[in-house]
Nanobody, 119 residues
Framework: QVQLVESGGGLVQPGGSLRLSCVAS????????MGWYRQAPGKQRELVAS???????TYVDSVKGRFTISTDNAKNAGYLQMNSLKPEDTAVYYC?????????????WGQGTQVTVSS
């Protein structure tokens, strides 16, 4: 089993910054990809950013130029640096990891962390 623990959410004013962290532990040989999703009240969960094992990143258009996804393979950790936050970024943010263990790949989710952007 693998556990993903997120941290770094909170309340921030518009224009502010937050850095989300996601640390994976358990039966892990390799993390092939990691993604950050978010779900606002009444809306579907959407993929915000993803990063592959080769470092290739993707972003939803609404966060391009403001958010940066990164990983630290030595720590089995992923990060989402969020700058110039807007009220519409308010949501529960979840990390997702594509984890490989003895050539078996599985998807895991964190518990979510609340991000609220408000003055």
């Amino acid at each position: 089993q693998v556990q993903l623990v997120e941290s770094g959410g909170g309340l921030v004013q518009p224009g502010g910054s937050l850095r989300l962290s996601c640390v994976a532990s358990g039966r892990i040989h390799n993390i092939n990809a990691m993604g950050w999703y978010r779900q606002a009240p009444g809306k579907q969960r959407e993929l915000v950013a993803s990063i592959g094992s080769g470092g290739t990143t993707t972003y939803v258009d609404s966060v391009k130029g403001r958010f940066t996804i990164s990983t630290d393979n030595a720590k089995n950790a992923g990060y989402l640096q969020m700058n110039s936050l807007k009220p519409e970024d308010t949501a529960v943010y979840y990390c997702n990891a594509d984890v490989e263990f003895w050539s078996i790949r599985s998807q895991y989710w964190g518990q979510g962390t609340q991000v609220t952007v408000s003055s």
